[in-house]
């Protein structure tokens, strides 16, 4: 799959990741793909759901596997505007993903390069990792969500 594939995918991901942010959740969003077509979308949905484990990858994952009936995703590639944080790398490696496109880097939580690579360790599942595809779109979302956060707590 080439860049501009994947810059379709990511642009799939970041209207998801403004639902997120409509719902004053930190705009993260995922499309899962398989054979070139959309299995599911995911968001960040923790506040509104009140559940620590919905992150938009794991949204995805969930659907996913509903819709496949099945739990292994080999095959599938996932596309995130944020670089995954150690639960959801831990679910791209127990779901068996085949690659994970992610937009921008997290240097705060980041699992896939930033603070660590659990990729690099030897689990029984590696995904290929592609990283930096609409950089600047999938980090601006973010700056501003937590820039008008910022503004409006100091009210």
Not at 21 to 38: F, S
Not at 45 to 57: S, T, V
Not at 122 to 131: C, S, W
Request: with cysteine; glycine share 6%.
């Amino acid at each position: 799959m080439d860049n501009s594939e994947h810059r379709k995918f990511m642009r799939l991901a970041l209207e998801e990741a403004n639902k997120s942010k409509d719902e004053l959740e930190v705009p993260i969003g995922a499309v899962l793909v398989h054979q070139d077509k959309i299995i599911s979308t995911g968001r960040n949905r923790r506040e509104f759901l009140k559940n620590a484990l919905l992150h938009a990858e794991i949204d995805a994952i969930n659907k996913a596997c509903k819709k496949l009936d099945r739990w292994r995703l080999t095959g599938c590639t996932l596309y995130v505007t944020l670089e995954p944080c150690p639960m959801c790398a831990g679910a791209i490696i127990n779901s068996r993903i085949s690659k994970l496109v992610y937009g921008t880097s997290d240097p705060k939580a980041g699992s896939c390069g930033s603070i660590i690579n659990l990729f690099e360790l030897p689990y029984n599942h590696i995904p290929k990792i592609v990283n930096g595809i609409l950089k600047e779109e999938c980090s601006e979302i973010l700056s501003s969500f937590f820039k008008k956060l910022r503004k409006n707590k100091s009210i």
